[in-house]
């Protein structure tokens, strides 16, 4: 695919790194047993029958993102790549270790979208934009680059109910990559669904992106995913970091380690 | 920079405020005039009940009820929808660059938005019940704001145990019918036992209740026992709701 050849050769010289992870370690106490309600933690601690369990999410995480590199975060579910990724954006604090991010550039761009189906497309870009940060000005500014790039015009007045799964997906794709100044996108599975067409107009899009400095980290359990668009890959399985480098040799690993 | 993250959180809010109240009445013809119209017919029907039924305990029964009435939801509704706030906008979440409360306090706003509706059809009440035009009226304003307060910091407690244990919502529920009715929202306090007009005294919602019609009603200001138990009430809740929240942050994100 040329797409990824093109990513590759933008690769500019690596300065200081844009994401710095040091020996993160993320740790859950959990309750043996499925404690969900009310009544059975209540019950549980009378019988003294709750005890944790210490989860290890993550085991000394280390790895650096340089500007401009496009690194991939390859596991099966559950290894704890989601993790690593609420981390990256500041929505958990490591048990120990540091993570070095400018958490106001990072844009997350996830398959759940946090749209409201109730409402207008219009309105949703307002209640998305505004929470991953932008202004009402900044979005007024851009509002139609947005519907543009979505491909969405005359349909920005209805409720998104009445939306395909492709047009809310090219909305929200859309919002996340509305700034043009450098930053750091975060994809969480999302070029391993949608049409062709979009993947192919989201990829360059992100290329565009990464030509104005953006960096670009992509999650995904799939080895296509990473191998086309990576110029660098960590694989992250049951919590422990297995491996760091070329992608096409992590995802061999990765890979060998399946069958 | 901090002004305008300040400006930010508003507009925020303000978003989140405005999806709740579209949705709210998305599907119906009127839209948002049902923001009005509805609690001026359910004003009205209490009204008509309350002065056909038991016109004789309290002068100004209906307004008495509605007084009461329209603080009682202020509170149960910002922490009846400000309980689901996090749950609810599980995929939000870990996008936001705010504090995670913003979706908290959000809720707790689009209460007191329709408190401003409600306030409306309430002063309606007001004309044709006659009752006099005061400036202690004016003295509703700090009242409501303790009340939020109060209201906000039991939010953020219930809003973080409801992401562990779903139930609570239930249990909530009942609670909030015991708490209704020890509120003394349609009968004088003055009607119970001597016991239970001390407990009732201490409630914090009576407080406030109490304290509204006092300036609403009667034209008095409420006495320094009263403004003493109101501050105390919402400054000690909002705090304990707010290291709560704050301590259990990590475990809310982790398992929602």
């Known amino acids: 695919m040329s797409t990824g050849q093109n990513i590759e050769n933008t690769v500019v010289q690596q300065t200081e790194p844009v994401i710095s992870i040091k020996n993160v370690t993320m740790k859950f106490k959990i309750a043996t047993g499925n404690v969900s309600s009310l009544k059975e933690y209540i019950i549980g601690r009378i019988k003294k029958q709750i005890t944790h369990r210490e989860l290890v999410a993550l085991n000394d995480i280390t790895f650096d993102v340089m500007k401009g ?25 490591p048990t120990s270790g ?10 997350l761009l996830t398959l759940g979208t946090g749209f409201d189906y109730e409402l207008t497309a219009k309105e949703n870009v307002y209640l998305n934009g505004a929470i991953i940060g932008f202004t009402k000005e900044y979005i ?52 391993s669904v949608g049409d062709e067409f979009f993947r192919k107009k989201s990829m360059e899009r992100i ?27 960590v694989w992250i399985e049951k919590g422990i970091q ?11 690993a990765y890979q060998n380690m399946r069958n | 920079m901090k002004k305008e993250q300040l400006k930010q959180y508003w507009f925020v809010i303000k ?15 009127l839209g948002v005039l049902w923001s009005v119209l509805n609690p001026l017919l359910s004003m009205a029907v209490m009204s008509a009940i309350f002065s056909m039924m038991f016109q004789r305990s309290i002068e100004n029964f209906p307004i008495y009820y509605l007084t009461g009435s329209i603080i009682w939801s202020l509170f149960t509704g910002a922490t009846n929808a400000a309980m689901t706030s996090l749950v609810d906008n599980k995929q939000l979440l870990i996008k936001v660059k705010l504090p995670m409360q913003v979706f908290t306090l959000s809720r707790v706003y689009t209460s007191l938005a329709n408190f401003g509706y409600s306030f409306v059809a309430y002063v309606v009440f007001l004309f044709i019940f006659k009752i006099p035009l005061n400036w202690t009226m004016l003295v509703l304003i700090p009242i409501v704001a303790l009340t939020l307060l109060f209201a906000t910091g039991l939010s953020l407690f219930l809003a973080s145990a409801y992401v562990f244990f779903g139930d609570i919502k239930h249990l909530y529920g009942i609670l909030l019918t015991l708490w209704m009715y020890i509120s003394a ?14 407990v009732v005294r201490e409630n914090p919602m009576y407080c406030y209740i109490a304290a ?12 320094a026992g009263l403004w003493i138990r109101m501050i105390v009430w919402a400054v000690v809740i909002f705090t304990f709701g707010q290291l709560f929240f704050q301590s259990k942050k990590n475990n809310i994100m982790q398992k929602v």
């Open chain 1, 98 to 107: 540091t993570v070095k991010v400018d958490r106001n550039k990072v844009q």
């Open chain 1, 207 to 233: 290329q565009q992106m990464i030509h104005g400095g953006s960096t670009v980290l992509i999650v995904s359990h799939s080895i296509s995913t990473i191998q086309q668009n990576c110029t660098k890959a």
């Open chain 1, 242 to 252: 297995r491996m760091t480098g070329e992608p096409k040799a992590v995802c061999e």
């Open chain 2, 15 to 29: 978003e989140l405020t405005g999806r709740e109240l579209k949705r709210k009445y998305s599907r119906s013809y």
């Open chain 1, 69 to 93: 590199e496009v690194v991939g975060i390859i596991g099966t579910n559950g290894s704890g790549k989601s993790t690593l990724l609420k981390i990256v954006s500041g929505a958990l604090k």
């Open chain 1, 140 to 191: 007024d500014e851009k509002y139609e680059d947005i519907v543009k790039f979505a491909e969405l015009e005359g349909f920005m007045e209805e409720k998104m109910k009445n939306f395909s799964s492709g047009m809310v997906s090219r909305l929200g794709f859309a919002i996340a990559t509305m700034r043009e100044t450098p930053e750091i996108l975060i994809l969480d599975e999302v070029l």
């Open chain 2, 212 to 223: 509204a019609r006092e300036c609403m009603m009667y034209g008095k200001l409420p006495d």
């Open chain 2, 185 to 198: 929202l349609f009968y004088p306090v003055t009607a119970l036992s001597e016991t239970m007009q001390a």
